[in-house]
């Protein structure tokens, strides 16, 4: 055990990196423009975040595709890094806001490239405890997030606007660093064989328990049913086609589930701020309070919800982490005091989202799709990150502050709905699926 978290932090430290950048670029980018580019239009800056946000969503399935088809991921990931820390520094030296888009698109394409290479690649390197391994990168991502805010507003009340700037030059720092050292890392660090999850060679039982190291023998290639048998192809000689991502029962499901769930999250997160202050009349401290305990919580909750997953399903977790963002959103609707909805508010639930959508891909798709299918995920989450900001201020703006958490409810309660119907143990098996084998 000791020895196998050892060898994993060329893989984790990554996440802390993207994490640092993307808090700097994205969290502070729009009062940079704003007072030190001096652009006057709010709606070139949230331009600047939905151009962020498409662009991880296309880049982030390419980058995954093209992880599975590489012999050394983890070299690309501290090439694509390195590469990116060169550019984040463009953005202390920009004069304009078209400029500073364009590095953060740029940015942000680099960026896409590490959760599904490192954690695809986590999880074939321990496919016993795939969930317990992604959250290792999930929980150094969410520390760079919270180095990377509280970081930056500390410069900010030392140097004013010349703190961001300062930022942006430790963030690229960091990222070079953190590219240098996963690259000679990456000298001695032998790739998972793909073919490794999938056992190809030795017969199994048709029914083996959850969990057990002998599997079905099928191809590497072939799609995963709902139940973690191998969906057929319309060739039955094995022969045939590339099946398409999407038509993986667990991938198609999850982008319907992100699609819905992270869409009204992220619209009342957009509006967190004077919901708290116009709306119900709160101190604006409690807008700092309530994302910070909710960051600090998932870095605490992450690797014993990720032992959870492995061994009590993280379809089963990805169904809570539903379920807990459906009861929260009606809780904040219904009840409208500024202190609830910040405790309410700060309930770490993004973990059960991250850790079950990771868990399940990971025993549902095959080892030789695994970085494309972690890429989908990662990429859906951007675009209805996307999707979700411009949704919360639409709604805002059109019927009022009071009913963006009940539009949140709604759409959580449509993921709900998508994932208890497609994930939930006894749910009716995916088209192609032959083997009836429940999830146990």
Same mark, same amino acid.
């Given at each position: 055990?000791? #020895?196998?978290?050892? /060898?994993r932090?060329? +893989?984790?430290?990554?996440?802390?990196?993207?994490?640092v950048?993307?808090?700097?670029?994205?969290?502070?980018?729009?009062?940079?423009?704003?007072?030190a580019?001096?652009?006057?239009?709010?709606?070139?800056?949230?331009?600047?975040?939905?151009?962020?946000a498409?662009?991880?969503?296309?880049?982030?399935?390419?980058?995954?595709? &093209?992880?599975?088809?590489?012999?050394?991921?983890?070299? +690309?990931?501290?090439?694509?890094?390195?590469?990116c820390?060169? !550019?984040?520094?463009?953005?202390?030296?920009?004069?304009g806001?078209?400029? $500073?888009?364009?590095?953060? *698109? *740029?940015?942000?394409?680099?960026?896409?490239?590490?959760?599904?290479?490192?954690?695809?690649?986590l999880? &074939?390197?321990?496919?016993?405890?795939?969930?317990?391994?992604?959250?290792g990168?999930?929980?150094? #991502?969410?520390?760079?997030?919270?180095?990377? @805010?509280?970081?930056?507003?500390?410069?900010?009340?030392?140097?004013d606007?010349? /703190?961001?700037?300062?930022? $942006?030059l430790?963030?690229?720092?960091?990222? !070079?660093?953190?590219?240098?050292?996963?690259?000679?890392?990456a000298?001695?660090?032998?790739a998972?064989?793909?073919?490794?999850?999938?056992?190809?060679?030795?017969?199994?039982?048709?029914?083996?328990?959850?969990? @057990?190291?002998?599997?079905?023998?099928?191809?590497?290639?072939?799609?995963?049913?709902? $139940?973690?048998?191998?969906?057929?192809?319309?060739?039955?000689?094995?022969?045939?086609?590339?099946?398409?991502?999407w038509?993986?029962?667990?991938?198609?499901?999850?982008?319907a !589930? *992100?699609? &819905?769930?992270?869409?009204?999250?992220?619209? $009342?997160?957009?509006?967190?701020g004077?919901?708290?202050?116009? %709306?119900?009349? /709160?101190?604006?401290?409690y807008?700092?309070?309530?994302?910070?305990?909710? @960051?600090?919580?998932?870095?605490?909750?992450?690797?014993?919800?990720?032992?959870?997953?492995?061994?009590? /399903?993280?379809? #089963?977790?990805l169904?809570a982490?539903?379920?807990?963002?459906?009861?929260?959103?009606?809780?904040?609707?219904?009840?409208r005091?500024?202190l609830?909805t *910040?405790?309410?508010?700060?309930?770490?639930?993004?973990?059960f989202?991250?850790?079950?959508?990771?868990?399940?891909?990971?025993?549902?798709?095959?080892?030789?799709?695994r970085?494309?299918?972690?890429?989908? %995920?990662?990429?859906?989450?951007?675009?209805?990150?996307?999707?979700?900001?411009?949704l919360?201020?639409?709604?805002?703006?059109?019927?009022?502050?009071?009913w963006?958490?009940?539009?949140?409810?709604?759409?959580?309660?449509g993921?709900?709905?998508?994932?208890?119907?497609?994930? #939930?143990?006894?749910?009716?098996?995916?088209?192609?699926?032959?083997?009836?084998?429940?999830?146990?």
């Amino acid at each position: 055990m000791g #020895r196998r978290r050892v /060898g994993r932090w060329p +893989l984790v430290l990554p996440a802390a990196a993207e994490g640092v950048a993307t808090a700097v670029a994205l969290g502070y980018g729009p009062l940079y423009m704003r007072q030190a580019l001096g652009e006057p239009r709010l709606a070139v800056t949230t331009l600047m975040l939905a151009l962020s946000a498409l662009t991880w969503f296309v880049a982030a399935a390419v980058w995954g595709r &093209l992880g599975d088809r590489v012999s050394r991921p983890l070299a +690309l990931v501290g090439g694509t890094l390195l590469v990116c820390g060169v !550019v984040q520094a463009a953005l202390a030296v920009v004069g304009g806001s078209a400029a $500073f888009i364009a590095v953060v *698109v *740029v940015c942000s394409y680099l960026l896409a490239a590490i959760a599904p290479l490192s954690v695809s690649w986590l999880t &074939l390197a321990d496919p016993e405890h795939p969930a317990e391994e992604s959250a290792g990168f999930y929980r150094m #991502r969410s520390v760079g997030w919270t180095i990377g @805010s509280i970081g930056t507003s500390l410069l900010v009340n030392l140097l004013d606007l010349s /703190g961001i700037t300062a930022a $942006f030059l430790i963030s690229s720092g960091v990222s !070079v660093a953190v590219a240098l050292a996963v690259l000679t890392a990456a000298r001695g660090l032998e790739a998972p064989r793909r073919e490794a999850v999938l056992d190809t060679a030795n017969p199994a039982p048709a029914n083996p328990p959850r969990g @057990s190291a002998t599997a079905p023998a099928v191809s590497a290639n072939a799609p995963i049913g709902p $139940f973690g048998a191998p969906e057929m192809s319309a060739n039955p000689s094995g022969q045939g086609r590339r099946v398409a991502i999407w038509r993986f029962h667990a991938v198609g499901t999850l982008v319907a !589930v *992100v699609l &819905l769930t992270t869409t009204g999250n992220e619209a $009342f997160f957009a509006v967190v701020g004077p919901y708290l202050t116009e %709306y119900l009349s /709160g101190p604006p401290e409690y807008v700092g309070i309530s994302i910070g305990v909710a @960051s600090f919580l998932g870095i605490v909750i992450m690797g014993p919800l990720g032992r959870v997953a492995d061994r009590w /399903g993280a379809e #089963r977790v990805l169904v809570a982490g539903c379920l807990i963002y459906a009861a929260m959103y009606a809780l904040i609707a219904a009840w409208r005091d500024p202190l609830a909805t *910040v405790v309410l508010f700060g309930s770490p639930v993004f973990p059960f989202m991250s850790l079950g959508a990771t868990g399940t891909l990971s025993r549902r798709t095959p080892a030789a799709r695994r970085s494309e299918a972690v890429g989908v %995920y990662e990429g859906t989450a951007a675009l209805a990150a996307a999707i979700g900001s411009l949704l919360g201020g639409v709604v805002a703006d059109a019927a009022g502050l009071g009913w963006v958490p009940v539009m949140a409810w709604m759409l959580a309660m449509g993921g709900l709905l998508v994932a208890w119907g497609r994930l #939930r143990p006894g749910s009716a098996p995916a088209r192609g699926d032959r083997s009836g084998a429940p999830i146990h």
